[in-house]
């Protein structure tokens, strides 16, 4: 990682987010778009539903054998999908499921139940170092405030009790109220595969990390579990990813609703365990993503159907799948994945699009933004460091970005 002393550093969590308490409240996960838009074509309520129109133009795309979206294209799909669905399947609604079980998988009770006598320094050390043995390319730790814990999933509420281990009974998912930590990790997506969206080798690249995500997050989980305190591995359930990986220091909320890191810019998948071991949190930081945000536009006008904002952040957002109260660009979630349905894959427009993905390897990329903010860019900013720590690996980068963003602007409108 680039050391975070490199960056602007938040020592109070409350400072990064302007929210509007009389409005915010935990978010309801049934209300994501995977379930609304999922109920709404098949009546059906569940986290994979809506997967159905989009298998239907995947045979329709294998039929036509097009370039990106071939029968080999999606071969190559299942293949990377498949230890994410064994384990994990993303973690949608599936707390406390598959391989994410809240209790030891294969720890002896022995070491489960008996926590070692080790001062939380040199446990935060070891953690760290274990994350990323595990697979990490990042890694933070952060006190759990409890906002970013969901309200409910599709089935049940989460609720906090003083209850020894985390539990799940007929009624209600239970986290202890000793759990108060989590680790947050995030990995790095194939930039030659992300490069390639909105075809399906895009979401080849997303599936291979999100199979890679669950390893990772349970093999910690299993870590800290054998030192004796509780763990629960999360994906993409239980708790929000993205403000708890800002709160842990590994980077900012950018336009296109997603986490900006200065290693990957948001070419990352996220996890984390939430966890009772005492443990050093990291702080906040702040390298310019809002300033810079607030003037390029290239993720919103990579959009093939206008989710992404070209406005100002407000409090609220367009869609019953935004959680109303905190500030910030919202993204309209149910244009996003109606085009995932009616395109036969996923898509990472934004993501490709996104200059801090490849970092400011063409001067014309400047021409993108609408005002520059030279020369405290935050763009150089995170360029300087990251050829001062050795990131700056950047696949299958196109010749000309800025004619590259063109094309992508301008196959949608």
């Not at 809240?102 to 050390?125: H, N, Y």
């Not at 409090?315 to 349905?341: H, I, M």
């Amino acid at each position: 990682m680039i050391p975070r002393t490199s960056f602007s550093i938040r020592n109070a969590l409350y400072d990064i987010y302007d929210i509007d308490e009389a409005t915010y409240r935990r978010f309801d996960s049934s209300r994501t778009a995977f379930v609304r838009i999922g109920k709404q074509d098949t009546g059906e309520i569940g986290p994979m539903s809506w997967l159905n129109k989009m298998m239907q133009k995947m045979m329709e795309n294998i039929e036509k054998n097009g370039e990106g979206k071939s029968r080999s294209d999606y071969a190559l799909m299942f293949g990377a999908e498949a230890i994410n669905f064994i384990i994990a399947m993303y973690g949608d609604q599936n707390a406390n499921k598959q391989f994410l079980k809240w209790s030891p998988l294969f720890v002896p009770e022995a070491l489960s139940k008996s926590p070692a006598q080790i001062g939380p320094d040199q446990l935060t050390s070891l953690v760290k170092d274990a994350a990323m043995t595990y697979g990490a390319d990042l890694v933070g730790i952060t006190v759990l405030d409890r906002r970013w814990v969901y309200d409910r999933n599709i089935y049940k509420p989460f609720i906090f009790g003083d209850v020894e281990h985390p539990m799940e009974t007929e009624q209600e998912f239970v986290i202890p109220n000793s759990v108060n930590k989590a680790v947050v990790m995030a990995i790095e997506m194939p930039k030659d595969f992300i490069l390639q969206s909105p075809n399906v080798p895009n979401q080849t690249g997303a599936d291979l990390l999100y199979s890679q995500a669950g390893c990772l997050s349970i093999s910690l989980a299993e870590f800290i579990r054998a030192l004796g305190y509780n763990a629960i591995p999360c994906l993409n359930d239980t708790a929000l990813s993205i403000p708890l990986a800002i709160s842990a220091g590994l980077g900012q909320l950018g336009r296109l609703g997603l986490l900006i890191t200065p290693e990957y810019g948001s070419c990352v998948r996220i996890c984390k365990v939430l966890t009772d071991m005492p443990l050093s949190v990291d702080k906040p930081v702040d390298f310019g993503v809002t300033e810079f945000c607030e003037h390029c536009l290239v993720c919103a006008k990579a959009c093939p159907v206008n989710a992404i904002s070209f406005g100002d952040r407000t409090f609220s957002g367009p869609s019953e799948g935004n959680n109303p109260g905190t500030k910030k660009w919202y993204v309209d979630a149910d244009k996003c994945l109606r085009f995932w349905q009616v395109n036969g894959a996923a898509c990472s427009n934004c993501i490709a699009a996104c200059p801090f993905t490849v970092g400011p390897m063409v001067p014309a990329q400047c021409l993108e933004c609408e005002k520059c903010v030279a020369p405290k860019c935050p763009l150089q900013l995170v360029a300087g460091e990251r050829l001062k720590h050795g990131y700056l690996g950047m696949g299958k980068v196109k010749d000309d970005w800025s004619q590259y963003l063109r094309s992508k602007y301008y196959q949608f409108h």
